[in-house]
């Protein structure tokens, strides 16, 4: 059976696609980038803000679920400049516990909106 998610909380879908979808246990994450939810205009600033900003919006659609970021098993994360690794990693450090998720860290040519970092991401919900 499968189940859109869907959440005033996090950033409305800026194409076709579901912010996430349900099958049996398994929720697969879209992409989300440093959209404020209330305006959909981009976050300024440092990446620093808008890497916070995606995990926020991540968490609101794994809330939307029925889970946490503690639940996402697979990580992906785009950044049009890979000298921000180092800070996504610090900054992901405030967000998760061990064990970390399984995770990939891409550089790319460009992102939607003209953002400078995505994430997406696959969460299994322990509670079924």
């Not at 950033?11 to 440093?34: E, F, H, R």
């Not at 440092?46 to 968490?59: A, M, P, T």
């Not at 785009?78 to 860290?105: C, G, K, W």
């Amino acid at each position: 059976m499968r189940e859109i998610i869907a959440t005033d909380k996090a950033p409305q879908a800026i194409g076709t696609y579901s912010q996430a979808v349900k099958v049996d246990n398994t929720v697969y994450l879209s992409g989300q980038i440093a959209l404020i939810p209330d305006t959909m205009e981009l976050k300024e600033g440092e990446i620093s803000e808008r890497i916070h900003q995606v995990f926020k919006n991540l968490s609101a659609v794994c809330e939307a679920a029925g889970g946490t970021l503690q639940d996402i098993v697979k990580l992906n994360i785009f950044l049009t400049d890979l000298s921000h690794f180092a800070t996504v990693n610090e900054i992901m450090a405030q967000y998760f516990e061990q064990p970390y998720p399984a995770r990939a860290a891409v550089g790319v040519k460009e992102l939607p909106k003209g953002t400078d970092v995505e994430m997406d991401g696959v969460m299994i919900l322990s509670a079924y």
